[in-house]
């Protein structure tokens, strides 16, 4: 063991006096990390891929599941890279029962330190360009881009929708159909959407999971979030930000409908609630509660009910 | 030079009078923990009477629900009082009003647990106490997760009402992560780096002693806002939420601002200590890498913690002194808030895992028998790792509203900050090529963290990708990452660090078998409870909910189940821990893993100033295998060694 102390350098130098040579450990961890990437990889790509959340329903969904993919075809080596090396070590570098000596005393390897740190460097950044690519190319991916959003459809048939999030409700108001307020969440397909996220109280986050859009509602702020549904069916609403009491019991429910058959809701639904409508204060993009009218008699009359209503008398003082 | 080599002196600190003997009292009548209770009461009581006389006038406020006023009055007296009743006040005042100091808090005897209830400057007694308080402080943090999972058991179902569930979740997050802060600094960080830089004390043994006993404070009143309904907004307290809501979210904001403030003053003191008080022969390159993670996390701390403490000072003048800070319709901004909260949010965490990363490069050399492989690599990836970490907090924004143009800026510096954390790795596995790796408890749990935090690591890059984040942000998703980063990372390394250590602070071993079986079911169920959680968060699940869809539920019940044989295996530890220290007592005087550490070099327990003379450091700790290597120090250098180098330096 003398002589091993003499250089730091090529760790797999032969033991003098020994009749085998030392096995190429390197080559032997390389070669298995190969061939367990090259089993995974393609795997994890084309056979789990496609079962990704949060699914293909809508353009930023696909997007997302597509980004989900290659994240996961890129950590698949990189785990399976420090495991197989880690389970490798912890077989053949074990120190046998009784033996107290020291191990060789290696203090760095320049050649080494390099291509990890030029390799992971390459990764990074390569996951850097990425993601601002999927970022920038798909109307920013269904988050909310706040009040100047910079990555819109660039399509002249957008459809208007606003989320307002309130303690403990979701309503969604059309202002191409009049401004009606509902709380059925209706959009049609293949149509560029644009939610424009809002809050009346603190902060809830709007969260429409089969069609990858995650925009939080902050008072007074109005946050704008795209996307564009390409499969008809239903999708979850849920508030994704700690709002209080029930947060949990936060969500409700939306469909993808046909063009034509959005149409008819919303022109009936226009009409049957324009009475409603008048009450409301007119379509803004950001609402101060304390400056809103008759607030308690419209809730009541939209018949926000469950969480959202009998919670809330009229006379509590974050009501007006 | 901060060596000191004059006798201190009747008038500096620690000095006394030389005719002023200290009376013998009995404990009672000592300032100690029963005292500070004492003044801690009659505090609260003073600063709620004073509250409500001035501002029985105040109007309600517009998103308020109460008036705190008397609340945060009461509690800020009530640590007033604690400290006073402590006694941290005695000595100073004594030396205002010109009279002899006493200086007791040195003078304690050797044996006996007294002095881990009082005021105590030796940094050997302060990290004990503080051993025993984090594993208090994370034990019933654990118990809060038990109730979040009992109640996560069924979608519809519910064990807790709303309200209850609420608090539970609050209270289980903030306990966490504000006293777990400070889980490796508090302990091993006071207890180790004086010995591990070659010194016989810290820099400012009052401010590390104070830094404890504000730690028992803020346990309690955090624990108070129970009293009054608890806080619902979580951890991360969110105004207008926060704003908005009951009593308890006064304990929340006074709790975490005072936790704040300790930090920031074991930080600092930690910090001035290893910069200045570093033996002869102690250079940069030969410091341990156990005192680089102090060192970084320090730095950290007293730079973010500061603004935590203000965030929270906000929160208590929204809700008391009518300010508006955070309420958009009066003028604020809940954006300050958050940015606020995460500026100092994000550091935390890495606050949280740097320590971790020390206690296994620390560990690892040991047990296989070979130095840390590329030195200066893992000091510059936890120097990279502390910069960074202040460039990316705007990665828990990202579907906030804000700028959009900031998203591809800060996913960019959340990937690279992956990039200093890899070098964590490639030390590691450079130190286990052709390694004698023995596979003590220590070992098994450094082991265990690297499993871990690979997986928290890899979902971190996942979350900082922009679109997959819309999809992750606010889920489970986000919950597992961090807790495998936290609890994989942090309390697996700070467990491996109490096993390996244990015997240099106690003079006592914890059982062996005892210690494997701790290790395995909790790596086991661990990995059970968290792995499952990224599914269920991917699935649509959001964080803080009682009600879920029912397609999750026999993924939630399996987690829940996994979590509670979790806390079954820390039962493990604590019968290990209690029945060791307390009944058992097997002892252990040498240096059981025969570490080349400047630590182990001097008896278990060390002495009480830590080294007979100030040792001379030859070499560093990591020269294993090296038969030319010479010993870690000189603990008895010859007359005339310490003043040449003094005077080298001078001239």
């Known amino acids: ?320 | 030079m901060a060596i000191e080599i004059q006798p201190e002196s009747a008038q500096a600190p620690g000095g006394r009078e030389p005719a002023a003997e200290p009376k013998a009292r009995p404990w009672w009548l000592r300032p100690a923990a029963h005292t500070a209770l004492l003044g801690a009461i009659i505090g609260y009581a003073l600063g709620h009477l004073l509250g409500n006389a001035i501002s029985s006038g105040y109007q309600q406020l517009p998103l308020s629900d109460s008036n705190d006023t008397p609340i945060v009055l009461g509690y800020l007296f009530g640590i007033l009082g604690w400290l006073i009743g402590l006694g941290i006040f005695n000595d100073p005042v004594r030396q205002m009003l010109g009279r002899p100091v006493i200086g007791q808090e040195e003078d304690e005897p050797v044996g006996g647990i007294a002095k881990y209830f009082r005021y105590t400057l030796d940094h050997k007694v302060v990290g004990i106490q503080y051993l025993f308080a984090m594993i208090g402080y994370f034990l019933t943090g654990g118990l809060f997760a038990m109730a979040i999972r009992a109640e996560l058991l069924s979608p519809t179902y519910h064990l807790l009402t709303p309200s209850a569930y609420l608090e539970v979740v609050g209270e289980h997050g903030t306990m966490m992560m504000m006293m777990m802060t400070s889980v490796v600094l508090g302990p091993l960080g006071n207890y180790l780096v004086p010995l591990m830089v070659g010194s016989k004390r810290v820099a400012f043994p009052r401010i590390e002693a104070l830094s404890f006993w504000l730690t028992p404070c803020a346990f309690i009143i955090l624990l108070s806002s129970l009293l009054v309904g608890g806080f619902p907004t979580g951890w991360t307290g969110y105004a207008p939420l926060s704003i908005q809501a009951g009593e308890g979210m006064d304990g929340y904001a006074i709790a975490f601002g005072l936790m704040g403030i300790s930090a920031i003053l074991a930080a600092f003191n930690i910090v001035v200590t290893i910069i200045c008080y570093r033996a002869p022969g102690m250079r940069w390159s030969r410091l341990p890498m156990f005192v680089w993670a102090m060192l970084t996390t320090g730095f950290l701390l007293v730079l973010a913690a500061p603004v935590l403490v203000g965030g929270m000072y906000m929160i208590i003048t929204d809700r008391t002194a009518q300010t508006a800070f955070f309420v958009n319709q009066l003028g604020g901004s809940s954006y300050l808030y958050e940015d606020l909260f995460w500026f100092f949010g994000h550091p935390e965490v890495y606050i949280l895992a740097l320590p971790g990363f020390g206690i296994v490069s620390e560990i690892i050399p040991v047990f296989c028998r070979k130095p840390l492989f590329g030195y200066k690599i893992a000091a510059a990836g936890m120097l990279g790792v502390a910069i960074l970490s202040f460039f990316v907090w705007q990665h828990h924004l990202f579907d906030s509203g804000i700028d959009p143009d900031m998203r591809p800026l800060f996913m960019l510096t959340t990937e690279l900050i992956s990039i200093p954390t890899g070098f964590i790795y490639l030390v590691a596995m450079g130190t286990f090529w052709k390694a004698k790796i023995r596979l003590t408890v220590p070992m098994l749990f450094a082991l265990g963290m690297y499993f871990n935090f690979l997986i928290g690591g890899i979902s971190g890059v996942v979350l900082s990708d922009v679109p997959a984040d819309t999809t992750s942000h606010g889920s489970f998703f986000v919950m597992a990452h961090f807790h495998y980063t936290i609890m994989g990372g942090l309390i697996f390394a700070f467990f491996g660090g109490l096993y390996y250590w244990l015997p240099k602070m106690m003079g006592i071993k914890l059982n062996e078998r005892l210690g494997k079986l701790h290790f395995w079911t909790m790596f086991i169920f661990f990995n059970s409870t968290f792995l499952p959680l990224f599914a269920v968060g991917e699935l649509g699940q959001p964080r803080r909910v009682f009600e879920y869809a029912r397609n999750l539920e026999t993924l939630n019940d399996w987690v829940s189940i996994s979590a509670f044989l979790l806390g079954v295996s820390l039962l493990i530890f604590l019968v290990n821990f209690v029945m060791s220290t307390l009944f058992w007592r097997v002892r252990e005087v040498g240096n059981p893993w025969r570490s080349r550490g400047l630590e182990w070099q001097v008896s278990s327990p060390p002495p009480r100033n830590n080294f007979a003379h100030v040792p001379v450091v030859l070499s560093g700790p990591y020269e294993y295998g090296d038969p030319k290597a010479l010993p870690v120090a000189d603990l008895n250098p010859p007359a005339g060694v310490i003043g040449g180098v003094l005077a080298g330096t001078e001239a």
């Open chain 1, 1 to 320: 063991m003398a002589t091993e102390a003499s250089t730091p350098g090529p760790p797999e130098a032969p033991e003098t006096g020994e009749p085998a040579a030392e096995p190429r450990h390197g080559l032997r961890i390389l070669i298995l990390w190969v061939v367990a990437s090259v089993i995974c990889c393609p795997i994890v790509y084309f056979v789990w891929g496609p079962h990704l959340p949060p699914g293909a329903m809508s353009s930023s969904a696909a997007n997302q599941q597509f980004d989900l993919t290659v994240l996961a075809t890129i950590a698949t080596p990189v785990f399976l890279g420090v495991v197989i090396y880690m389970g490798y070590a912890l077989t053949f570098w074990r120190a046998k029962d009784g033996d107290e000596t020291d191990g060789p005393p290696i203090h760095g390897n320049a050649k080494i330190q390099v291509t990890w740190i030029a390799a992971t460097s390459t990764i990074v950044l390569a996951l850097f360009v990425f993601g601002t690519i999927e970022l920038v190319t798909v109307q920013g991916a269904g988050a909310g881009q706040g009040p100047q959003p910079i990555w819109k459809p660039d399509s002249s048939n957008i459809l208007q929708v606003q989320v307002i999030g309130q303690q403990w409700a979701w309503t969604y108001r059309y202002p191409q159909f009049g401004g009606f307020e509902t709380t059925q969440l209706e959009l049609p397909l293949n149509q560029p959407v644009e939610f424009n996220v809002t809050s009346l109280d603190v902060i809830h986050s709007f969260w429409a999971y089969q069609l990858g859009v995650k925009a939080d509602a902050n008072p007074g702020v109005n946050n704008i979030a795209y996307t564009t549904p390409k499969h008809t069916g239903g999708f979850v609403v849920r508030c994704a930000e700690l709002c209080g009491l029930w947060h949990g019991a936060m969500f409700n429910y939306g469909t993808v409908v046909s063009p034509a058959a959005f149409q008819t809701w919303a022109q009936q639904t226009e009409t049957q609630l324009a009475s409603v409508t008048k009450m409301l204060p007119p379509y803004a993009l950001t609402y101060d509660p304390t400056g809103i009218a008759n607030l308690g008699k419209v809730l009541v009359q939209l018949g926000i009910g469950g969480a959202g209503g009998g919670y809330y008398p009229p006379n509590d003082p974050e009501q007006p």
